[in-house]
């Protein structure tokens, strides 16, 4: 078990932040100690570790909150989502590299194919296809359909 602080140190994670997480239900402590200080143990540091995948695509915390309380889904599940979501993610990046090294070889032939945000739309898409149906609810109820 460790504390709040002991957390913050091996995460990075600022005691205020896990603090908040705390106070929406998103991380809760494993346990308390006698004196009150929130412990938290292997689990927690697995959920811990995938909010902070769902972070890296600035996904609001109670949707986490959704995806990570959602029965339907399996840790496995979730780790899939978010796989899916990061490689789509890097090949994305990488043809932003390429596309600059292209211009700093000569080649300006302004393609701006590459800022079109279907692509961005389309990695939603995956992600939205593989949630349960209450959580999809949910999205469309926050953000609109994921309809092209």
């Not at 908040?20 to 100690?33: A, F, M, V």
């Not at 796989?83 to 993610?89: C, E, P, S």
């Amino acid at each position: 078990m460790m504390t709040v602080k002991e957390l913050s140190n091996r995460t990075g994670i600022s005691i205020r932040s896990l603090h908040y997480y705390d106070q929406i239900g998103l991380l809760i402590p494993t346990s308390r100690s006698k004196t009150g200080y929130r412990l938290y143990d292997d689990d927690a540091l697995e959920t811990l570790q995938q909010i902070l995948f769902f972070r890296e695509f600035d996904i609001p915390l109670k949707e986490i909150k959704e995806i990570l309380h959602a029965s339907a889904l399996s840790r496995n599940q979730i780790l899939q989502i978010q796989r899916t979501m990061l490689v789509r993610q890097k090949e994305r990046f990488e043809r932003l590299i390429d596309r600059i090294d292209e211009i700093l070889d000569g080649d300006n032939h302004m393609d701006f194919e590459i800022f079109h945000r279907s692509e961005l739309m389309e990695i939603s898409q995956s992600m939205y296809e593989h949630m349960p149906d209450n959580i999809k609810q949910a999205a469309i109820a926050e953000f609109g359909s994921f309809e092209r």
